[in-house]
Structures are given as C-alpha cells and as structure tokens.
C-alpha cells in the first residue's frame, strides 16, 4: 500500500474536520484574496491583552484573525506546537457545548494544556466564594482564562484580582466576542472580497438579523462587528417582535454607522431581500431565556433569494427547521466548523506565540 505524504495527510485531516453538511468553504480561497499575507501588525497587538467585548476591535484586525484562521485550517501546524507550556484554563459556570470544547480543542491540537471547570457548582462557589477569590487563583493555575457565566458584571469581578489575560466566552446578555468573529471568518471565506474597503457593489451584502440584539449576546456581538465593515454591507435589517430590540449598548454605534438600519416584525417580507440571514432564538432576559416568538422564525416555504446563506450561532430550536441542513442555504454547520480555527488564532495571538509558527 503506498504510504501517504505528510502534506496529504494534513489535506485530509483539514478535510475530514469540514462540516458534513450545508455549504462547504474553503479557507484558501481567503488566502489567496490577500496573497497569502497575513497582517502581523494587527495581530501583534493583541498580544497580552483580554478578549472581552467587539468594541476593542477594529476591520483590520478582524480581517488578520480571519487570515491566520485560513491559514490554520489549511494546513497542519501541529507540528509547530505554538501552544507547547501553556496552560488554559475554562471556566465554565454556564452550560456550553461548542464554545467549551472548541476552545480545548483548539488549545490540545496547538500542544497547550486545559484545566477544565465545566461546571460553576463543582467550584467554590457553591460555597459562596467570590468570583475575584477565584481569579487570584486562576493567575498560579494558568496562563489565560477563558469564561463564561450567567452574570453580565462577572468579567469585572473576575478582573479585580485576576492579572492573566481573560477571554469573554459570554456573559450574560452581555457580549460573545469570539462567536462574532467566527460568524465573520465564516462570511469572509464565504466571500473573500468582503475583506476590501471598497467591496464591488454587486458582491456587497445586505444582512437580516432575526433576533434581539439587546438581550442576544451572540446577536450584539455581530451587529457590532458588522457595522465595522462599512465598505462591504449595504444594509441591515433587523427583524424583530420588540419595540426597542437594539438596547444601549449598541445605540450610539448605530447612530454613527453610515450603514442604513431597518427595524421590522414581518420577517416573511423581508427574507427575499436578504443575502444574509442571521438567526438565534434565545434570548437572556434578567436571569432567563426567552425563545423568539414563532412570526419571527424560518419556514420551509420561506421566500429566500436563491444564493441567500442562513447563519446561526447554535443551539437552535424549531426557528430554524432541518428541511435547510442539506441545502447551500445552510452556512451555519460551516459556522460551527471554523469555531477551533479562530479560537486557536485568537489564542496564538493573545499568548504570543505567532513566532512559533512557520511561514508566519
């Protein structure tokens, strides 16, 4: 049996991490949209910083996390072994799926280590200790953290004794910084030209977002991230059953975005519009979850524009039903199977360690 070669190995590996469904992307493609180059300015300035709201971003660097993401998922850089001595710990005292195993995923497949706290109440909190106890801990036990938790004032606490870089894996209905840029890694490959200040006309995009941005942490984050690309989308519509869906946090951004905001509860009307759909369904009021009303979710006779793509920042419920998975509407499985490849650049570049990687 002829034996494979290291870089048809690694191919396959790339491959066989694809999602199985849905529209399927290439990472090389927004490789060759900007020649391979990957912006090591942008990224150097992240270096021993916390991740905790998309306001600290801007295009350019959103651009450069997505190009070292492309450039992870395109080939095998386990062998350089980047995260080789660190230690990550994830605390997790909210319930996660995809977030929690994505970010360990990304750290063991970079050769770094994970102290995992998959559940808040097998801490000391079940005690009653404090979050900024814990993080005077956390700064013996690890070199970053990487935290969700129900409480939307919790990085504040956790940072007034914590002095390792943390990173927001959401609180509350606050923010989910790194959900947002793997929604943007996933529109960039999607369509690489997004990338410019001065996207053709015909390939810029008009996004719908079905949710409550307000109280949607995932919804925020994106609708701010996407106000950042003012050369590449040409509206945004938001659909919504709330009078008032955007909250305070994101008013004064809209305000000043040159991009046109449109705010409607028939989501039937708008969908053949839309290029984007961008769909969550729970939304965190006070101290719980509120799923969206059933006007505002996706049918399988939904009047969507024949090369339309579906986002959702998962878990779903019946807003977006299964009769998509199988079709190039369905961008959210694509979503999902970047998530290790932004974690993992994003963690790179936190940790400072974009020296060991080769060809960098």
């Not at 150097?44 to 916390?50: I, P, T």
């Not at 935290?147 to 914590?162: F, G, K, S, V």
């Not at 943007?184 to 997004?194: D, G, I, V």
């Not at 690309?229 to 040409?234: L, M, R, S």
Request: proline share 5%.
């Amino acid at each position: 049996m002829k034996r494979l070669s290291e870089d048809q190995i690694s191919r396959a590996l790339t491959n066989f991490a694809s999602n199985s469904k849905g529209c399927k992307l290439r990472p090389q493609e927004l490789l060759d949209f900007s020649n391979g180059i990957i912006d090591r300015e942008a990224l150097d300035s992240l270096a021993g910083q916390s991740i905790l709201n998309p306001r600290q971003f801007d295009r350019r660097t959103v651009v450069a996390i997505a190009q070292l993401a492309a450039l992870l998922e395109s080939r095998n850089v386990e062998m350089d072994k980047p995260l080789d001595g660190k230690i990550a710990i994830t605390a997790f005292f909210e319930a996660s799926t995809r977030t929690r195993l994505s970010f360990e995923s990304a750290v063991q497949r970079l050769d770094g280590k994970v102290l995992s706290v998959p559940d808040g109440q097998v801490t000391g909190v079940a005690k009653g200790e404090s979050l900024a106890d814990i993080g005077e801990m956390f700064n013996t036990y690890g070199d970053v953290v990487i935290m969700r938790h129900p409480a939307t004032d919790c990085i504040e606490e956790i940072q007034r004794n914590l002095q390792r870089p943390i990173i927001n894996a959401g609180n509350g209905s606050g923010h989910h910084p790194t959900q947002a840029l793997i929604d943007w890694y996933t529109l960039l490959k999607w369509r690489p030209e997004l990338c410019q200040d001065d996207c053709p006309e015909d390939r810029k995009v008009h996004l719908g977002i079905i949710g409550t941005p307000g109280s949607m942490r995932a919804v925020k984050s994106f609708l701010r991230l996407s106000l950042m690309f003012t050369g590449a989308v040409k509206k945004i519509t938001l659909i919504s059953e709330m009078a008032d869906p955007v909250g305070l946090d994101l008013t004064e951004p809209i305000e000043e975005s040159p991009i046109p905001i449109d705010v409607t509860n028939d989501v039937q009307a708008v969908l053949p519009d839309l290029d984007v759909i961008y769909v969550n369904s729970i939304a965190f009021l006070g101290d719980s979850y509120r799923n969206l009303d059933s006007r505002s979710k996706l049918q399988e006779n939904s009047p969507l524009k024949k090369d339309a793509v579906i986002m959702h920042p998962l878990a779903r419920n019946d807003e977006l039903p299964e009769c998509f998975d199988e079709t190039d509407h369905n961008l959210y499985f694509a979503q999902a199977a970047g998530a290790v490849f932004v974690r993992q650049a994003l963690l790179i570049a936190v940790l400072n360690r974009l020296d060991r990687l080769s060809g960098v």
